[in-house]
C-alpha cells in the first residue's frame, strides 16, 4: 500500500519527459549505427543501460529519503575510490585514463561521482544552514568539491573536472553565500589564468583557445569538430533533412557524432523544430525540478533536488553551447541523449534519488 501511494506520489511529468528524451536518443543513435554499418551495436548498448537504468531509477525512488541522508558519505567516499582505482587500473580512451572495462561495456567513475557529490553537498550544507553566509562553508564546501575535481584532473578529463567546479559555483550562488567571496575568487582565477597563458600553456594549447573564440582559425585542425557542428546545425533549417539522410552524420564529416555532438545531429536531422522540441523537454524537466525543489519539506531534499537540477542543466548547457560554437568543447556527453551507459544510468540514478525526495 505504501509503494502504491509513493508510485502515484512521482512526478511523472518529469519522468515523461525523461523517458522523450531518452526515445529520441535512442533512435538518433540507432540511425547513426545504421549510416555507419555497425548493426545496432551502439544503440542496442544503449538500449541496455537505458532498461537497467530504468529499473535503477524506480529501485532509487521507493527508497526512503532518509537512506540518502545516512549514506551520503559512503556514496561520496565510493566515489573517490573509485577515481582513485581507475587511475591505478583504468584504460586509457582517446587519452584519458578514466574507464574501467569488463568485456564490450566500460564504465567510467566520473559519472557516479556527479550523483556522490549532489548528495554529499546535501548533507553537508544541511548540517551548515545557518553558516552558508561564513568563509568556514565557503572554503570547507570548495575542499569537499575539489578533492575529486583532482582525481578528475590526473586523468586527465578537463571537461568533468570543470563540470564539477561550476557545479559547485552555481550552488554558492544558489544558496547565497557573500558575493565577496566569489568576486575574490574570480579575481585569483583571472590572475591564474594570465600567469598560466604566459608561463604554463603550450602553443597547442594557446591555439585550441584561440579557435574557440574563432573556429575559422584552424578549421581543419583544433577548429575542424566546432566547425563541423555549426554546419550540421546550419544545414537542418527548419524541418531538417531527415533521419539518417544528414551529410554532415551520416557521411562522417562530424566526430564523435554520437557522443558529444548528438545534438548537431539532432538538429541536421530535425531541423529548428527537432531543436525546439528536444530544448522544451529540457525545460520541462528543469521546470518540474525547481517545482520538486520549492516543495521540498526539509534542507537535505531540498539541496538534493537543487544539486540534481544544477548538475543536469549545466551539463545541458554546457554540451548545447558547445555544439553551437558558444562554449568551447570540453568532451561533457549530453544528458539522456549521448550514447554512453554510465552517463545514462547515473543520470537516471540521480533522477531516482530526486524522486524518492519528492514523493517521501
Do not use: C
Not at 522523450?20 to 541496455?48: F, H, K, P
Not at 544541511?126 to 568539491?145: D, E, I, N, T
Not at 531540498?302 to 551539463?315: E, N, R
Not at 561533457?332 to 551507459?341: A, E
Request: aromatic share 12%; net charge positive.
Amino acid at each position: 500500500m505504501i509503494t502504491l501511494q509513493k508510485f502515484r506520489s512521482l512526478d511523472w511529468v518529469l519522468l515523461a519527459s525523461t523517458f522523450l528524451l531518452l526515445v529520441i536518443g535512442i533512435v538518433v543513435i540507432y540511425s547513426i549505427d545504421v549510416a555507419r554499418a555497425t548493426s545496432g551495436a551502439n544503440g542496442g548498448r544503449q538500449l541496455i543501460a537505458f532498461s537497467l537504468g530504468v529499473i535503477l531509477l524506480f529501485t532509487a525512488a521507493f527508497a526512503a529519503d532518509t537512506f540518502y541522508r545516512a549514506t551520503a558519505p559512503w556514496w561520496y567516499v565510493a566515489g573517490l575510490l573509485l577515481l582513485g582505482l581507475v587511475l591505478v587500473f583504468g584504460v586509457t580512451i582517446r587519452g584519458t585514463q578514466g574507464w574501467f572495462q569488463f568485456g564490450g561495456f566500460s564504465l567510467q567513475p566520473v559519472e557516479f561521482m556527479k550523483v556522490a557529490l549532489v548528495l554529499m553537498f546535501a548533507k553537508f550544507a544541511a548540517r551548515q544552514r545557518s553558516a552558508f553566509k561564513q568563509f568556514s562553508f565557503f572554503a570547507g564546501s570548495a575542499v569537499l568539491v575539489a578533492v575529486p575535481m583532482v582525481f578528475v584532473l590526473a586523468q586527465p578529463d578537463l571537461g568533468s573536472a570543470l563540470l564539477l567546479g561550476l557545479f559547485w559555483l552555481v550552488m554558492m550562488v544558489m544558496v547565497r553565500v557573500r558575493w565577496r567571496y566569489l568576486i575574490g575568487l574570480v579575481a585569483l582565477g583571472a590572475v591564474a589564468a594570465s600567469l598560466a597563458w604566459v608561463f604554463v600553456l603550450q602553443p597547442y594549447q594557446k591555439d585550441r583557445l584561440i579557435t574557440f573564440v574563432n573556429p575559422a582559425h584552424d578549421s581543419l585542425g583544433a577548429g575542424y569538430n566546432i566547425t563541423q557542428s555549426i554546419i550540421a546545425v546550419g544545414s537542418g533549417r527548419w524541418f531538417g533533412r531527415g533521419l539518417g539522410f544528414g551529410s554532415q552524420s551520416q557521411l562522417r564529416f562530424l566526430p564523435e557524432s554520437h557522443t558529444d555532438f548528438i545534438f548537431a545531429v539532432i538538429a541536421e536531422a530535425f531541423g529548428l523544430l527537432g531543436a525546439v522540441i528536444v530544448l522544451s523537454l529540457m525545460g520541462m524537466a528543469l521546470y518540474r525540478l525547481t517545482r520538486m525543489m520549492t516543495a521540498a519539506r526539509d534542507d537535505f531534499s531540498m539541496l538534493v533536488i537543487t544539486g540534481a537540477l544544477v548538475m543536469l542543466a549545466a551539463q545541458w548547457v554546457v554540451n548545447i553551447g558547445a555544439t553551437i560554437g558558444l562554449l568551447p568543447v570540453t568532451g561533457v556527453p549530453l544528458p539522456l541523449l549521448s550514447y554512453g551507459g554510465s552517463s545514462l544510468i547515473s543520470t537516471l540514478l540521480l533522477l531516482g534519488i530526486v524522486e524518492s525526495m519528492y514523493a517521501s
